[in-house]
């Protein structure tokens, strides 16, 4: 069974995020970007299926997305058979630079799979960065392929794939799908495994990603961006300041005065 | 005059109720369908005897079938479609929750619509639809248009307010034939599985400790374990710390998690996504710890502080303890 894990990276969100003086993006230039939290999770439960039962588990990722090799080495360290790079995808901008809409990733991706098909298509159920909405329920309708999101859970049987899908307060679906199958992973059965630095750079040293050029199909409308901002001003806490002493000694005020701490 | 000026919600529901963020949905229909000039269709797949919980629709629109009786997303997906062709919407309106995330992007290829998700805000400027989406953990806001004559929308628990409406409804039903999709399905429902009993109740805790991102590794845990212990509340956390093992999920404050109300909720390295507000912006008093000012949290804590959780919390130890 060959399942494709198709994965994105995005600004880290720890880092300080600046959005460009005339608010039509982010200054990508100095943002560190990290594989999409929801990929990292697909790409777990494909790697589950995989050592359950003997699976082939290819990531693919877009050449214009920052650390992308390092995105891709790392799966590979973490047990993918193999790591596709789709290459002149550029749709405007300095590579890098401009963030790849999702329409055309979703296309690229599209293009890759028609030509490389797989039995399943595991991706994360969204990404932080897509104001325009997510890659599975879009690649599976460009594909005319049964889909999921928030799913946590997949195995795969003889031609068929259970899947557990989640919904608001802990209530869950398991429904048997036909393959292929797009899956969109809210998380995997278990924590993202992790890779020892020495790994990943075993891998990097190995080279091992493969190089593709696809042309992606044409897009249907997408949404007009008018400008990125802030939100409003986060007025409506009181902020208590001073030391850690004071600022605790604060709290406690309050959580006393309500008679939520004994003494 | 044009068809399109109406606005249409898909009705979210168990077997016997609509569900909250339905009646919230609603009520956003019709502001913009009044200021398009149009009317709210509320579209129920399913039981047709819920139509009586769907106060505020001008019109409701069923479909029943046997793969309706419970949510199915390819079923969902081909009776919307069919729906959508019928009723030509201005505008569709879906949670941004688990159907929003199944359904919201493949309609937008299938019925060429552009789609507009984690939405907190809609509005109707001159005949044209403007959204606002919270992305990048909702640190930054993008404010985009709906271009077209027709347009989908995923919108965010909480984002809008339900109408406190007469529960009496008697919007005219009207019953759309299930299109033959439906009878060759991709995939089955196997089984509903209701939510696992945690080792703690959460949900009703009068005080929450609650970590996220910043709590930084699964040792650190600890420190906020003892903080929970000396004020004798649980410990709760964010999606990420639960996504990443360190808790169970019975712990998780979220849309996908459980929605609390506690006396107090300490917010402790918590940036506030707007999957976790959704989960606890109505505890009665919120105290927020996060070292960036800007994190959304303190858009909804009622105190805040930027002082490093690291050094808050021996602090509070120590003195609830002497």
């Given amino acids: ?263 | 005059m044009s068809s399109n000026v109406n606005v249409m919600v898909l009705a979210e529901h168990t077997a016997t109720q609509v569900s909250e963020g339905t009646h919230e949905l609603i009520a956003k229909a019709r502001q913009l369908a009044a200021a398009l000039g149009g009317v709210t269709e509320v579209v129920l797949l399913g039981p047709r005897r819920l139509a009586s919980q769907l106060a505020g629709a001008d019109v409701v629109v069923c479909m029943e079938h046997p793969a309706l009786v419970d949510y199915l997303p390819e079923a969902y997906e081909r009776a919307l479609l069919e729906v959508l062709a019928q009723r030509s919407p201005r505008l569709l309106l879906m949670s941004n929750a688990t159907v929003g995330l199944d359904l919201g992007a493949a309609l937008a290829v299938r019925w060429d619509a552009p789609l507009a998700a984690y939405i907190s805000a809609l509005e109707v400027e001159g005949g044209t639809v403007t959204a606002t989406a919270q992305i990048l953990g909702g640190k930054v806001l993008a404010e985009v248009e709906l271009p077209g004559q027709r347009a989908i929308a995923t919108v965010l628990g909480g984002a809008f307010s339900a109408e406190a409406t007469e529960p009496v409804a008697s919007a005219p039903v009207v019953q759309v034939a299930p299109p033959a999709g439906l009878d060759a399905l991709r995939m089955s429902l196997r089984q509903v599985v209701e939510a696992a009993a945690g080792d703690v109740d959460i949900a009703s805790a009068e005080v929450l400790v609650s970590v996220g991102r910043g709590i930084e590794s699964e040792d650190n845990l600890e420190i906020a374990q003892e903080l929970a212990d000396a004020l004798g509340a649980p410990l709760s956390a964010s999606r990420p710390v639960v996504d990443a093992g360190w808790l169970p999920k019975s712990r998780q404050v979220g849309q996908s998690g459980l929605r609390v109300k506690p006396r107090a909720y300490l917010a402790l390295g918590i940036s506030g996504a707007p999957e976790h507000l959704e989960g606890m912006r109505n505890a009665e008093l919120i105290i927020a710890c996060n070292t960036d000012p800007r994190a959304p949290i303190f858009g909804v804590a009622h105190f805040g502080t930027t002082v490093d959780l690291f050094d808050l919390i021996p602090e509070l130890v120590d003195r609830i303890r002497t």
């Avoid at chain 1, 399943?120 to 879009?138: C, E, K, N, Y």
């Avoid at chain 1, 300041?241 to 003494?263: H, N």
């Fill in chain 1, 1 to 263: 069974m060959r399942i494709v894990v198709p994965v994105k990276a995005v600004p880290d969100l720890v880092e300080e995020i600046e959005l460009t003086p005339d608010g039509s993006g982010i200054e990508r230039e100095y943002l560190k970007f990290v594989l999409n939290e929801w990929d990292a999770q697909a790409l777990e439960e494909a790697l589950l299926i995989k050592d359950a039962g003997g699976a082939e588990v290819v990531a693919v990722g877009l050449a214009d997305d920052p650390e992308i090799d390092q995105i891709l080495y790392t799966a590979l360290a973490k047990g993918a058979n193999a790591a596709v790079k789709l290459v002149g995808t550029n749709a405007g901008g300095p590579p890098g630079r401009a963030g790849t809409p999702l329409g055309v990733r979703a296309s690229l991706m599209a293009a890759y799979l028609q030509a490389e098909p797989a039995d399943l298509v595991i991706s994360g159920v969204q990404a932080t960065d897509d104001p325009d909405g997510q890659l599975v329920p879009l690649l599976a309708a460009l594909l005319d392929l049964p889909h999921v999101s928030v799913v946590v859970s997949v195995e795969a049987g003889d031609g068929a794939v259970l899947v557990r899908q989640e919904f608001s307060g802990g209530r869950s679906h398991e429904l048997a799908m036909q393959m292929p199958a797009v899956i969109g992973v809210q998380s995997a059965r278990q924590a993202p495994r992790y890779a020892p630095v020495s790994r990943v750079k075993q891998a990097t040293q190995a080279g091992g990603l493969t190089e593709l050029a696809v042309s992606p199909p044409g897009l249907g409308p997408g949404l007009a961006l008018r400008r990125l901002c802030r939100p409003e001003a986060s007025s409506h806490a009181e902020m208590l300041s001073g030391s850690p002493g004071d600022v605790a000694d604060r709290i406690l005020g309050l959580l006393r005065s309500r008679g939520l701490v004994k003494g």
